[in-house]
């Protein structure tokens, strides 16, 4: 009988840390599900490789392409315009550019937002309204 209580307080303590750890587990963004890491980790990918593509057609060319004329060449390795919600598109400028990912608000009262981001010619990701 002592054993059989053992190993039910055993289980409860083991229930409790495993409650515990996944009610806190990171998230990427600010009031993002824990589950939307992955695809918003694709998403900054996607963007970091059309800024790189669009990096290169401008030293080769002295030009900006738009999205679908990178997405059609050889430049841009996955020809991508959007992944899991996402929406991406290209505002040039001269040489300068920025590369934005933006989603479809997330429905009224839903605890989950979907985050815009956006790449510029510095190569750095950040968060758009």
């Known amino acids: 009988m002592k054993a059989l209580a053992t190993i039910l307080v055993a289980a409860a303590v083991v229930y409790a840390i495993f409650h515990y750890y996944f009610q806190k ?12 890491a992955i695809s918003l980790t694709g998403v900054r990918m996607d963007l970091l490789q059309i800024a790189e593509a669009e990096r290169s057609f401008i030293a080769l060319n002295s030009r900006c392409a738009p999205l679908d004329e ?49 790449v510029d010619d510095n190569m750095q990701v950040s968060e758009i309204n």
């Open 25 to 36: 587990m990171p998230t990427t963004d600010e009031g993002t599900a824990p589950t939307q």
């Open 70 to 118: 990178l997405a059609s060449s050889s430049d841009l390795p996955v020809p991508r315009t959007g992944r899991d919600g996402y929406t991406y598109s290209l505002d040039c400028s001269g040489t300068q550019f920025t590369v934005s990912a933006r989603h479809q608000p997330a429905p009224q009262g839903s605890p989950i937002r979907y985050p815009n981001l956006a």
